[in-house]
């Protein structure tokens, strides 16, 4: 094995279609992305695993196999396993990460579980209160996208969570999106600065007194048409908001795709008008194709663990190789720490009214 591979942590048993799916979009990254690229280390269970390899030759010659005695159910509560996960496949493949032996985990398990694991072993970045799952999501034309931060791990928000989730995505827009100083909103039911509870309230109004000092360009309130409207470019909200707008996202693509092949199978017409737009078809499907975002990262902990979709397919788990590879190379959680320390004073007015009360 090269030296320069970056080394990807695999939980070949989390997820609706694993293992075949894991393995199947193994070999696909490999395929597009070249077998000097990755090397795995893959966790499940070895007899199985090394029999579906044999149609992966591919993924064989690049990965290793470490044998997991258990695996996490999809539906299984936290409190029921956290305890007793240490010979997972997906607990083992979260450890290789703190040890060191991997970049990133990338899964496909349960979400609530691999967030709970990891920050168990991974442990948040000092100066984060708490890690926040993001997303990159399509929006406005071409091709643009939004990063959306908590999509589901935080239920309930204060004002240094806000205020962390900015940061985050600050970050994580610049180094994965390519976006410099991007534009932050906070997602509220208007753009008014009266409206909102008063937690959005407070820290809108600090966000605005501190925007020239801000390394990214606050925008302030904005609404959910504006999250696909390509005007604002990083959306921090609450998880239970945040995973409300992705399933909502999803949803629509799904709907898009089957208004647009129901009507094209309702003429002739219909059909060789779509024979000449097949290449704009191609890029809406793109576009608004869920497994084209299908990992999302656990920001703020030291370590990537990237979760993609439960029932992803190969292309889906592919996409979510490579999401976990430009983080990796990204040197994103030193660009963290560095914001976290420029952005100490500013973040100490939002603790300094609790502090006087207690």
């Not at 993924?59 to 240490?86: D, F, L, M, P, T």
């Not at 600050?170 to 937690?199: F, Q, R, W």
């Not at 199978?265 to 059909?271: D, M, T």
């Not at 990237?306 to 959680?333: C, P």
């Amino acid at each position: 094995m090269s030296s320069e591979k970056k080394i990807i942590s695999i939980d070949a048993m989390g997820g609706d279609k694993a293992p075949v799916a894991v393995l199947g979009g193994m070999n696909q990254f490999l395929f597009q992305n070249g077998e000097s690229s990755v090397f795995f280390r893959v966790f499940g269970d070895e007899k199985y695993l090394r029999k579906l390899l044999i149609k992966y030759p591919r993924v064989a010659r690049n990965c290793e196999i470490i044998h997991s005695s258990e695996k996490i159910q999809s539906g299984a509560r936290v409190r029921e396993v956290i305890r007793s996960a240490q010979n997972t496949s997906m607990y083992m493949a979260i450890k290789d990460v703190r040890e060191g032996n991997s970049a990133a985990v990338v899964s496909a398990g349960n979400t609530g579980v691999l967030m709970a694991l990891s920050k168990l072993a991974l442990k948040t970045i000092d100066g984060i209160s708490r890690p926040a799952i993001t997303t990159m999501l399509p929006s406005g034309g071409g091709d643009k996208r939004v990063a959306i931060l908590d999509l589901g791990a935080n239920v309930q928000c204060d004002e240094e969570n806000l205020f962390d989730f900015a940061l985050l995505g600050s970050v994580y827009a610049e180094a994965i999106g390519k976006m410099k100083k991007p534009k932050v909103g906070i997602l509220n039911i208007g753009e008014e600065d009266t409206k909102g509870n008063e937690t959005l309230q407070n820290l809108n109004k600090l966000l605005i007194s501190h925007k020239d000092e801000l390394p990214y360009d606050y925008i302030g309130f904005i609404e959910g048409n504006d999250i696909s409207g390509g005007n604002v470019q990083v959306v921090v909200t609450d998880g239970f908001t945040g995973n409300i707008v992705l399933k909502t996202v999803e949803g629509t693509a799904k709907l898009i795709k089957r208004v647009v092949m129901e009507n094209l199978k309702k003429s002739i017409l219909a059909i060789i008008g779509a024979f000449f737009l097949v290449h704009v078809f191609k890029r809406l499907k793109n576009k608004i194709d869920p497994r084209s975002y299908a990992g999302a990262v656990f920001l703020g902990l030291n370590g990537f663990a990237i979760k993609t979709h439960g029932n992803s397919d190969a292309l889906a788990f592919a996409n979510s190789i490579k999401y976990a590879v430009d983080l990796s190379d990204a040197d994103f959680n030193k660009n963290i720490e560095e914001r976290i320390a420029n952005l100490a004073k500013i973040k100490k007015e939002l603790r300094e009214p609790s502090e006087t009360k207690e």
